[in-house]
């Protein structure tokens, strides 16, 4: 008992003050939302932010947005995720049950969501909770690209929970496919199958983003236009 | 024919037995020794499928590929399986990907639940119409007193989707079938094509938690048809990242295992430590599974010195962190009661079944690609092998603590000399109808990538090979007899990929 009570000690806190102080700051090489030159457009919902295309990317890791056409950044605006309606957040803003579904990822946004839960983020210090069954979730978060294997499974876990609920899209692959977009295996995005409430973009997002998105659908950051 | 890590071999070059032969051949070096490493199938010109074997001698650190023809108008052999328990997957592989029959195969039920790739008639005339591979039949127990446990696709956490099958009398496990293919996204097929640019990126997102892995793979084996020297720096960089993967996986996996022992405080611990290393993974990257850094001739990102003392600094405090975490979990009585004589797999099975991995090496099998078909930097710095004979949940544990304290010891090493180089090579065009082979040890065992090349620059076939295609069954195997409460721990120890095994 006594090494427990050390190693605690040892250990300290390590929670991040997001979002009430200052976010941590992400290394320089980080991808995050990507600076957009006037003029030109692109489309946050199929990009894996990889390093090669020539594109110049930010430091800041808010991109979870409300709408799919909200993905398409013009001239580097970008109109971050809107807290749900007031009837919704009645419901919802103070405790929210989420049941995870993995339909085709590659495990790696499963994992960052996983990340969620360690003490760094902390996540039930919100109200937010992983279930381990639709039945007792108010809204699922769907990651990969929904593979033709995976589609009902999807939709039978979809239809267990109980209504109204939430739909949260992570990752490239389940918001359109990612980089397995030209098989004829997986669909063309989650919002093609259910509707989506919060789209989180990135290959995969870093934690940070993912939480900052589920913050916004929560109101408990207050929506804002971002620009970099 | 043999071969080295990361060679190649002109297709025309390799001998092309009678399936007598071939069968004989494959029989004879797994019976002496050789292990299974691939068995698969590529389309010829000629509407014949031809099977390729890739045998494994690890102590020679060499690699035998041998082939024969399926005839166009047959396309049956006789089944390996029923002496050779290794083939199994491969022969269920083959049967769902070519429509090729292995006669006599035990449990020939598809593996993937997909069309198969000849485009001719597939040999489960429902499979594209029944959605759910959960639907297919499963092994089953005859008894008024045995009943089913069905658990998935969708699990209670936030994992992968896979489908378990228990027919259990009371708690206790008979049999435990696996039936995966929810992940299916037709990986395979997408590698096979001219399109390097777009294949490197897949092969990052075969499985995300082993996306330096697999990627490496991928780099060798384009690498090697192009003749491209990776310079050395690039070579150390790209290790570095691997061992990063490693600890960051395994450290997760201490946590986990934790957990399902009901020993929470080392898990919320090595759960925070294992983002320690990610971390580093994302500076060093800028994407915390790595995925961005490798690519065909070399790296795409520098470790100058500023970063690589910042990594040394901080791996100090890293490697103090987890040893005394490591022995919070490895000195709890509770802890170890859980974890001793759960889920044995013994060295006889390990070997039969063609376990690879910290599986494999918890059960006293002495296989690990770093050492055994070193290349690149491997081959002038020697890792230790990590190894157990109990082949338990403890024995699994403790293979993954000691491959911890050596990876950091490796990277404290390593990381003040890097050499001094360029960190790509320019990477010239694929030499043509020729067969090219990678393996790289990747957290969970041994990763195979094998390229066979067209004449346009890409490939006709491209074969990738996840550690976790071996050791799925290894699970299924450890269940046999155990209490069902054990399956979530036991499953937790052997942590194994759902993405990589479904392509």
Redesign the interface.
């Given at each position: 008992m006594l090494k427990v009570l050390i190693t605690r000690f040892k250990q300290g806190c390590r929670t991040l003050p997001f979002p009430k102080g200052q976010p941590p700051n992400l290394p320089e090489r980080y991808r995050g939302r990507p600076i957009i030159a006037q003029g030109t457009s692109v489309d946050l919902g199929k990009m894996t932010f990889v390093p090669e295309t020539g594109i110049q990317y930010s430091r800041d890791f808010r991109m979870a947005v409300s709408t799919r056409a909200g993905l398409l950044l013009n001239n580097g605006e970008i109109v971050l995720a809107r807290a749900l309606q007031r009837e919704m957040l009645a419901i919802f803003g103070r405790s929210l049950k989420l049941r995870q579904v993995s339909a085709g990822g590659c495990n790696a946004c499963e994992a960052d969501i996983n990340v969620l839960n360690t003490p760094v983020f902390d996540l039930s210090r919100f109200g937010i909770q992983f279930v381990a069954s639709p039945r007792h979730a108010d809204g699922i978060v769907v990651t990969g690209p929904v593979t033709r294997n995976m589609r009902e499974a999807l939709m039978k876990t979809y239809e267990a929970v109980p209504d109204p609920k939430i739909v949260i899209a992570v990752g490239a692959c389940a918001i359109s496919g990612g980089v397995f977009a030209d098989s004829p295996q997986v669909s063309a995005g989650l919002d093609t199958i259910i509707p989506v409430d919060l789209y989180v973009p990135g290959c995969p997002p870093h934690p940070l983003t993912i939480l900052d998105g589920l913050l916004r659908l929560l109101g408990r950051i207050k929506a804002q236009k971002g620009s970099v | 024919m043999n071969l080295f890590n990361g060679g190649n071999i002109l297709l025309a070059d390799i001998p092309v037995l009678t399936m007598e032969e071939f069968r004989q051949e494959v029989l004879y070096y797994c019976h002496s020794g050789a292990r299974l490493q691939n068995l698969f199938a590529s389309p010829e010109n000629s509407g014949k499928v031809r099977l390729y074997a890739i045998l494994g001698f690890d102590e020679e650190a060499q690699i035998r590929v041998q082939s024969t023809l399926v005839s166009s108008d047959n396309l049956q052999y006789q089944s390996l399986t029923p002496v050779l328990l290794a083939a199994q997957n491969f022969e269920r592989e083959i049967a769902e990907q070519w429509a090729v029959v292995p006669l006599g195969h035990p449990w020939l039920k598809p593996l993937?639940?997909?069309s198969n790739y000849r485009g001719v008639e597939d040999l489960w005339a429902d499979i594209m119409t029944r959605?759910?591979?959960g639907a297919y039949p499963f092994y089953g127990v005859d008894s008024d007193e045995v009943h089913q446990v069905a658990v998935g696709?969708?699990h209670?956490?936030?994992?992968?989707?896979g489908h378990f099958r228990f027919q259990c009398h009371g708690e206790e496990i008979l049999h435990l079938e696996i039936q995966l293919?929810?992940?299916?996204?037709?990986?395979e097929?997408?590698l096979t094509g001219n399109d390097l640019k777009?294949s490197v990126?897949?092969s990052e997102?075969?499985?995300?938690?082993t996306?330096i892995g697999h990627s490496t793979a991928f780099c060798e084996v384009v690498e090697s048809l192009t003749g491209c020297v990776v310079p050395p720096r690039a070579q150390v960089i790209r290790a570095v990242a691997l061992e990063l993967e490693r600890l960051a996986n395994h450290v997760g996996d201490l946590g986990a295992m934790g957990m399902d022992a009901g020993f929470l405080?080392s898990s919320?611990?090595f759960?925070?430590m294992?983002?320690d290393y990610l971390?580093l993974l994302?500076?060093?990257?800028?994407?915390?599974?790595g995925?961005?850094l490798c690519?065909p001739g070399g790296v795409?990102?520098d470790l100058d010195q500023t970063m690589s003392d910042d990594f040394c600094n901080k791996l100090v405090i890293y490697k103090k962190?987890f040893e005394?975490?490591s022995?919070?979990l490895f000195?709890r009585p509770s802890v170890l009661a859980r974890f001793e004589n759960i889920g044995v797999i013994s060295p006889m099975i390990a070997k039969q079944l063609g376990l690879v991995g910290p599986v494999a090496r918890a059960s006293q099998q002495e296989r690990d690609v770093r050492i055994e078909y070193s290349s690149g930097i491997w081959q002038f710095n020697h890792v230790p092998i990590s190894l157990s004979a109990t082949g338990d949940v403890y024995a699994r544990a403790l293979v993954r603590r000691q491959e911890v304290l050596r990876s950091l010891d490796f990277l404290l090493k390593i990381l003040p000399t890097l050499p001094k180089s360029s960190i790509s090579s320019p990477v010239g065009t694929i030499k043509p109808n020729a067969f090219a082979v990678s393996l790289v040890e990747g957290w969970r065992g041994e990763i195979m990538h094998v390229g066979i090349s067209n004449d346009q620059g890409g490939f006709s076939r491209y074969k990738v090979k996840d550690p976790s295609f071996h050791n799925w069954f290894g699970l299924s195997v450890a269940m046999r007899g155990q209490q069902i409460s054990d399956f979530p721990l036991c499953n937790k120890s052997f942590n194994l990929?759902?993405?990589g095994h479904d392509l």
């Open positions: - | 993937r639940y997909h959605p759910i591979p696709p969708v209670a956490g936030i994992i992968e989707p293919g929810y992940q299916h996204r037709g990986i097929p997408m777009r990126l897949l997102s075969i499985a995300g938690d996306s405080p919320s611990y759960g925070r294992r983002g971390n994302l500076a060093l990257t800028g994407n915390r599974f995925k961005g690519r795409l990102f962190e005394d975490v022995e919070l000195s990929s759902y993405c």
